[in-house]
C-alpha cells in the first residue's frame, strides 16, 4: 500500500569515458612496472647502481628543464622587444619544442627506468616533430568535433581573425526603442 508521492527517478547517469576508466589501472601498471624494472636492476648489479642512475636521472632532468626554460624565457622577451619596437616577429628555428623538451626533462627527473627512457626520447628533434605534429593534428580534429557553445567552439572563435591580421577595436551600443534601463533598482554607490 504506497500513498505518499512516488519519488522521481533520478536519470541515468552519463557513461563513463575511457580515460577515466583506464588511466588508474594504467598509472598502477607503469608503478608496478618501474619498480620491477629497478628491482631487477638492483639485482643484477647492486642498490648503489641503481640509486646512481636516480640520481643522474634527476640532474640531467633539472638541466634539460632548466635550459629549455631559459630559452622560451629569452624566445618571450625578443618577441616581445620585437613587437614593441614595431617591427614583425620573426619565426625562431629552435623555439618549437621547448614544452616538450621541458616535458623530457620532467620525465627524466620522475624516479623509474621507463620514464626516464620516454624523457630521453622526447629529447630527440625527430621524436619531438613528431609528437609535435600528432598533438597538433589531434587539437585541430577535436576542435572540428566540437560543438556550438563548448570550450572548443569558444577556441575556434577566439581563433577567427580579419585576413589581413588586424584586431578590431570596439565597443557594443544596444540601440534600443526605449531608453529605459532594464533594471529598475538603483545601481550600488557606497
Known amino acids: ?4 508521492a512516488q519519488t522521481p527517478r533520478t536519470p ?3 557513461r563513463r569515458s575511457r580515460l577515466r576508466t583506464f588511466l588508474p589501472l594504467g598509472i598502477a601498471a607503469w608503478l608496478v612496472l618501474e619498480i620491477w624494472l629497478l628491482t631487477m636492476v638492483a639485482g643484477a648489479s647492486s642498490g648503489l647502481v641503481v640509486f646512481l642512475l ?3 636521472g634527476v640532474v640531467l632532468g633539472a638541466v634539460v628543464v632548466k635550459g629549455a626554460g631559459r630559452r622560451a624565457f629569452r624566445n618571450l622577451s625578443e618577441t616581445l622587444q620585437q613587437q614593441q619596437s614595431g617591427a614583425m616577429p620573426t619565426a625562431r628555428p629552435n623555439s618549437e619544442g621547448n614544452g616538450l623538451m621541458m616535458l623530457g626533462g620532467l620525465l627524466l627527473m620522475v624516479p623509474g627506468l621507463i620514464s626516464d627512457a620516454l624523457g630521453l626520447l ?8 613528431a609528437v609535435s605534429r600528432y598533438a597538433e593534428r589531434t587539437f585541430e580534429r577535436r ?4 560543438g556550438p557553445g563548448t570550450l572548443g567552439d569558444a577556441f575556434r572563435q577566439a581563433r577567427m581573425h ?3 591580421g588586424k584586431v578590431v577595436q570596439g565597443e557594443v551600443i544596444r540601440d534600443d526603442a526605449d531608453d ?3 533594471d529598475p533598482r538603483p545601481p550600488l554607490t557606497r
Request: glycine letters at 4%.
Open 143 to 146: 576542435l572540428r568535433e566540437a
Open 12 to 14: 541515468a547517469r552519463p
Open 54 to 56: 636516480l640520481v643522474a
Open 122 to 129: 622526447l629529447l630527440l628533434p625527430p621524436v619531438q616533430k
Open 162 to 164: 580579419r585576413p589581413d
Open 180 to 182: 529605459a534601463p532594464r
Open 1 to 4: 500500500m504506497t500513498t505518499g
